[in-house]
């Protein structure tokens, strides 16, 4: 079974150029989530997804951030214009289910990740 | 969710038995323990959760106390391939995953 699938693995851009990163999860997987993990810290979740509905996007700079996941699959994470500050690990995730219905909330399969540098 | 306290780092022998401790002193009734790990470079991955009794699978066991106030997660064997960084996370119903500094575990030969 393939797992999280997450591209492109490596970007560098200069600061004030837009970015994307693509995010196929788990086949069957209702919850999508993005987390960004700066150097030596954990992971921080951006934004959570229920299907197509983003449930979750109080941590999701609205200003130069965005997310969609049309159809319910595959999911999309832009940064427009990028800022230095913006150089970390995205990482996407999924999951069966958020605890609706009885389902556990905290078995999450994670991708590598996308590495962004900005200069 | 209830917040967790974990060594920043920790060394082990290969082959032997790494015992990775986690406080979480505040934890309810309701919510869960959980572990991950993250080797360098990728993302991280589920190890295992319990909320009272003790749970063992092919990755690992966790052993929490009686009183929940605090867990440890084993690796019976371990080897190079273990070295990474451990996440112990409370998690309540519904609640979002939320991971602190970890501890860092470095197998040694």
């Known amino acids: 079974e393939a797992g999280v699938v997450q591209s492109p693995r490596y970007k560098i851009i200069e600061k004030k150029q837009p970015v994307a990163f693509w995010c196929n999860p788990i086949s069957g997987h209702n919850t999508l989530y993005w987390y960004l993990q700066n150097l030596g810290q954990g992971p921080e979740l951006l934004i959570r997804y229920e299907n197509e509905e983003a449930v979750d996007d109080s941590q999701l700079p609205k200003d130069r951030f965005s997310a969609e996941r049309l159809k319910g699959v595959d999911s999309t994470l832009k940064i427009q214009p990028a800022e230095l500050g913006d150089s970390a690990v995205y990482l996407c995730?999924?999951?069966?289910?958020?605890?609706?219905?009885?389902?556990?909330?905290?078995?999450?399969?994670f991708g590598e990740g996308s590495r962004l540098t900005v200069l | 969710d209830a917040k967790t306290t974990q060594p920043p780092s920790m060394d082990c022998a290969e082959g032997r038995a790494a015992n990775l401790p986690c406080n979480h002193s505040?934890?309810?009734?309701?919510?869960?323990v959980y572990w991950y790990r993250q080797i360098h470079s990728q993302g991280p991955q589920y190890i295992i959760h319990g909320l009272k009794n003790n749970e063992t699978n092919e990755m690992a066991s966790l052993i929490i106390t009686e009183d929940r106030k605090s867990s440890t997660l084993i690796l019976p064997h371990a080897t190079l391939r273990d070295t990474a960084v451990y996440y112990c996370?409370?998690?309540?119903?519904?609640?979002?995953?939320?991971f602190g500094a970890g501890t860092i575990l470095r197998v040694k030969s």
């Open positions: 996370i409370v998690l309540g119903y519904g609640n979002k995953l939320v």
């Open positions: 505040t934890i309810s009734g309701n919510e869960y």
């Open positions: 995730a999924s999951s069966q289910g958020t605890g609706r219905g009885g389902m556990n909330t905290g078995e999450l399969f």
